[in-house]
């Protein structure tokens, strides 16, 4: 459904996408994850059309979004961030508009609209004004908006930012209802557990270029040293960093100064947590705290970007 090939973008001489190649099959759910900065939003609006690509190609089912940008808006359904509607509008207003701009006539988007607001559970507020509803509801109707022209790839860009859980357990229901009946989703969130529900296939961006991609079994099972150990200490220095770099199957150690922990990668945990104790009592470090992570997306990410992916 979709091709990514190698492509670049840069503003003001800064390259912020720098080669990013990956496809979309139809009918599959595929995450997109990166900290802020990274370059996905950018890849993102290339792949609407919204930005061009600098070199490299996308192509949307065979179609060339460079050379045929209108063609491809047809296909696409876009959930952006920001909330897109006319707040002093009411929810099957804002539909039918949207429905308009898409091309449906207006008996065509009106039976679209009652459609949407079933689908989106909100057909008993269609006449009640955008401005009257909760977060979670503003965010359904914008997800309705996005499926008036039935699109084939809908691409989601946090969604669920910023709601109450009720409203984001039902948008998650809904984009996984809409997978199964078929439509390919891109879906981008800084929830770990949304995209683990969600999605086949999972990209990592960071600093413009894609660093890891595959299902999370394998994403979680390149991990390098497989599982954390994850220490809270009274103190830091250079010398006990070192000598944790040093010990038996330790694979990476990343220090967070600012809350004194230190997330340490092995291959083996067991074997090597005597051994990480000792090194601190050696260098007259006080543990704290510790926490023993199995494989998981979050600690494979921190482990490729030294970040958590809310940094």
């Avoid at 979709?2 to 003001?12: E, P, R, W, Y």
């Avoid at 944790?244 to 340490?264: A, C, H, I, R, Y």
Wanted: aromatic content about 6%; some cysteine; proline content about 3%.
């Amino acid at each position: 459904m979709l091709i990514v090939n190698d492509i670049k973008k840069s503003f003001d001489k800064k390259e912020v996408v720098r080669g990013v190649s990956f496809s979309v099959n139809k009918g599959e759910s595929f995450g997109l994850l990166g900290p802020n900065g990274a370059g996905k939003s950018t890849t993102i609006s290339m792949i609407c059309g919204l930005l061009t690509y600098d070199s490299g190609e996308v192509t949307v089912d065979g179609i060339s979004v460079k050379k045929n940008p209108l063609d491809i808006k047809k296909k696409i359904g876009v959930v952006p961030q920001e909330i897109a509607l006319y707040p002093t509008m009411s929810a099957k207003e804002n539909l039918l508009f949207w429905g308009k701009m898409y091309g449906l006539s207006g008996k065509e988007a009106k039976k679209r609209a009652d459609e949407v607001l079933e689908y989106v559970g909100l057909s008993d507020r269609a006449k009640d004004k955008i401005e009257t509803f909760s977060g979670g509801m503003k965010r359904r109707i914008n997800i309705g908006a996005s499926l008036m022209h039935e699109p084939e790839l809908l691409i989601m860009d946090e969604p669920t930012v910023g709601i109450d859980p009720q409203s984001r357990n039902h948008i998650l229901e809904t984009v996984k209802q809409l997978n199964q009946n078929g439509m390919t989703v891109i879906y981008t969130s800084h929830y770990m557990e949304e995209v683990e529900f969600l999605c086949d296939r999972i990209g990592i961006v960071d600093q413009g270029k894609m660093i890891a991609l595959g299902t999370k079994t394998d994403l979680v099972n390149r991990l390098a040293g497989g599982t954390m150990i994850k220490l809270t200490v009274d103190a830091l220095n250079e010398t006990f960093i070192s000598s944790l770099k040093s010990v038996t199957n330790v694979e990476k150690v990343l220090v967070q100064p600012e809350s004194k922990t230190v997330e340490v990668f092995v291959q083996n945990h067991q074997q090597a947590f005597g051994e990480i104790i000792a090194t601190a009592m050696e260098n007259q470090i006080q543990v704290l705290s510790f926490e023993v992570q199995e494989p998981n997306l979050e600690s494979l990410f921190l482990s490729l970007t030294g970040r958590t992916l809310r940094d």
